[in-house]
């Protein structure tokens, strides 16, 4: 596909002269993909800002995409767009025009800021995967996800390459019940796992949600209580597994296999191969795969090494571990947070959690469990209970605490800010011998 096609999928005709890099800096959607049109268009580099950013993001933002000789300044909040003359040729590659254009920003739960390079044929090489493996011709889609995040982006690319039909919507008002009126289609519907959660405790959203072609789940693991509820409604739900390097998913469950019972992320798209590597570290081969962190570039083809562990089932479906960086060392033995935290949250003591490990100068580090600050005092005695049965000793928190809660507009939890809120709050204890 030509850069100028993607552009008439989107509703714009032609290209505008010359070719002007253009920085996207917006939060309302219908705004974003006005300014996103004409970025297109426009035949230069676009780059993708958080418009929650605060000024150590924005400043990092700025000295990523700093033009030699162009002023170019740090974006304020809340401007739609701002431009600065386009390069026609970067380290002897392929021009930016038409190759690797598009620079979605990309941090995961470590907080170092990146820019993911991406263009209309890793963008149309996801789309097309995600078509085939949901057997839709056409997709449809309501759209609560934030446009600059690339689950809410790759949302409505796949409505515009597909001749489907697109909804932005508030998150706001479907959480407080007021739902788009979709009428007959191929709908589909994205959410982070805390969305479907509080759509859950509402008594009407089972009846709307059960309406969609699939309500796929990503962005951070969904914990066993929510998807045994989820089954009990009889949800078409499809947990997915992708990130910002990828076009959004790789991987995903079928609603028919979650509801017979499997669990996972399903297997790989049709435009996407996975593997494990010796240490359980999952590796991804896709025609979506991003062309290089900006203003770098990746070399084209083999796999490329997440920074997730994973498993594949005797059905070939992954099942996410957690991060690498995330695994906790406590006197040499490791324990995996998203382990601990899908048990704790069965404990029905916290409306959420999240495990971390805090410095200790003689075991390297300690187990902390943390919740958000505000809600309930979690029943210690019934939670030790639980654990016994559960978890290995060197893998039960040490501590447990209310922390204000870190999480970003797309509903990540920033473990990187958990872990210093919890370092700093207590001197933790250190674990029994």
Same mark, same amino acid.
């Given at each position: 596909?030509?850069?100028?096609?993607?552009?008439?999928?989107?509703?714009?005709?032609?290209?505008?002269?010359?070719?002007?890099?253009?920085?996207?800096?917006?939060?309302?959607?219908?705004?974003?993909?006005?300014?996103?049109?004409?970025?297109?268009?426009?035949?230069?580099?676009?780059?993708?800002?958080?418009?929650?950013?605060?000024?150590?993001?924005?400043?990092?933002?700025?000295?990523?995409?700093?033009?030699?000789?162009?002023?170019?300044?740090?974006?304020?909040?809340?401007?739609?767009?701002?431009?600065?003359?386009?390069?026609?040729?970067?380290?002897?590659?392929?021009?930016?025009?038409?190759?690797?254009?598009?620079? /979605?920003?990309?941090?995961?739960?470590?907080?170092? #800021?990146? @820019? *993911?390079?991406?263009?209309?044929? $890793?963008?149309? =090489? &996801?789309?097309?995967?995600?078509?085939?493996?949901?057997?839709?011709?056409?997709?449809?889609?309501?759209?609560?996800?934030?446009?600059?995040?690339?689950?809410?982006?790759?949302?409505?690319?796949?409505?515009?390459?597909?001749?489907?039909?697109?909804?932005?919507?508030?998150?706001?008002?479907?959480?407080?019940?007021?739902?788009?009126?979709?009428?007959?289609?191929?709908?589909?519907?994205?959410?982070?796992?805390?969305?479907?959660?509080?759509?859950?405790?509402?008594?009407?959203?089972?009846?709307?949600?059960?309406?969609?072609?699939?309500?796929?789940?990503?962005?951070?693991?969904?914990?066993?209580? /929510?998807?045994?509820?989820?089954?009990?409604?009889? #949800?078409? @739900? *499809?947990?997915?597994?992708?990130? $910002?390097?990828? =076009? &959004?998913?790789?991987?995903?469950?079928?609603?028919?296999?979650?509801?017979?019972?499997?669990?996972?992320?399903?297997?790989?798209?049709?435009?996407?191969?996975?593997?494990?590597?010796?240490?359980?570290?999952?590796?991804?081969?896709?025609?979506?795969?991003?062309?290089?962190?900006?203003?770098?570039?990746?070399?084209?083809?083999?796999?490329?090494?997440?920074?997730?562990?994973?498993?594949?089932?005797?059905?070939?479906?992954?099942?996410?571990?957690?991060?690498?960086?995330?695994?906790?060392?406590?006197?040499?033995?490791?324990?995996?947070?998203?382990?601990?935290?899908?048990?704790?949250?069965?404990?029905?003591?916290?409306?959420?959690?999240?495990?971390?490990?805090?410095?200790?100068?003689?075991?390297?580090?300690?187990?902390? =469990?943390?919740?958000?600050?505000?809600?309930?005092?979690?029943?210690?005695?019934?939670?030790?209970?639980?654990?016994?049965?559960?978890?290995?000793?060197?893998?039960?928190?040490?501590?447990?605490?209310?922390?204000?809660?870190?999480?970003?507009?797309?509903?990540?939890?920033?473990?990187?800010?958990?872990?210093?809120?919890?370092?700093?709050?207590?001197?933790?204890?250190?674990?029994?011998?």
């Amino acid at each position: 596909m030509e850069r100028v096609e993607l552009g008439r999928r989107l509703g714009v005709e032609g290209r505008a002269d010359g070719h002007r890099d253009v920085i996207i800096d917006e939060s309302q959607p219908v705004r974003f993909m006005e300014a996103f049109r004409s970025a297109v268009a426009g035949g230069g580099t676009v780059f993708v800002m958080d418009p929650s950013w605060g000024a150590v993001e924005r400043e990092r933002f700025s000295a990523l995409v700093r033009f030699p000789g162009a002023g170019l300044q740090s974006p304020s909040a809340g401007s739609q767009s701002q431009t600065a003359p386009a390069r026609s040729e970067i380290g002897g590659r392929k021009s930016e025009i038409d190759h690797g254009w598009l620079c /979605l920003p990309t941090g995961g739960s470590s907080g170092a #800021l990146r @820019l *993911a390079r991406h263009d209309q044929d $890793t963008m149309a =090489a &996801a789309v097309h995967g995600c078509r085939e493996h949901f057997r839709a011709d056409r997709i449809d889609a309501v759209g609560v996800l934030p446009l600059h995040h690339v689950s809410g982006l790759m949302a409505w690319m796949r409505c515009a390459l597909t001749g489907g039909r697109y909804v932005p919507w508030d998150w706001a008002d479907l959480e407080d019940g007021r739902w788009p009126q979709t009428g007959a289609g191929n709908w589909f519907i994205s959410l982070v796992p805390t969305q479907l959660q509080r759509l859950l405790d509402r008594p009407d959203a089972a009846e709307r949600l059960r309406r969609f072609r699939a309500v796929l789940v990503g962005g951070g693991p969904a914990w066993p209580d /929510l998807l045994d509820r989820a089954a009990d409604a009889r #949800l078409p @739900l *499809a947990p997915v597994y992708g990130m $910002t390097e990828t =076009a &959004a998913m790789v991987a995903a469950l079928r609603p028919e296999e979650f509801l017979t019972g499997r669990r996972g992320c399903g297997k790989a798209l049709p435009h996407a191969h996975l593997q494990l590597d010796g240490n359980g570290t999952i590796q991804i081969h896709a025609e979506s795969l991003f062309r290089g962190y900006f203003p770098g570039w990746r070399e084209v083809g083999g796999f490329w090494t997440a920074d997730d562990l994973g498993h594949l089932d005797e059905h070939g479906g992954l099942h996410v571990l957690g991060r690498r960086d995330t695994v906790i060392i406590s006197g040499g033995e490791k324990t995996d947070p998203a382990e601990v935290e899908a048990v704790l949250r069965t404990t029905g003591q916290f409306a959420d959690v999240v495990v971390v490990g805090v410095p200790d100068a003689e075991w390297g580090s300690v187990v902390v =469990a943390c919740y958000p600050a505000g809600t309930r005092m979690p029943d210690l005695a019934a939670i030790a209970r639980c654990l016994t049965c559960e978890l290995a000793p060197h893998k039960r928190p040490r501590q447990y605490l209310p922390i204000a809660w870190p999480r970003n507009t797309q509903g990540k939890i920033n473990r990187q800010a958990v872990t210093a809120l919890a370092s700093s709050a207590v001197r933790a204890p250190r674990p029994p011998g």
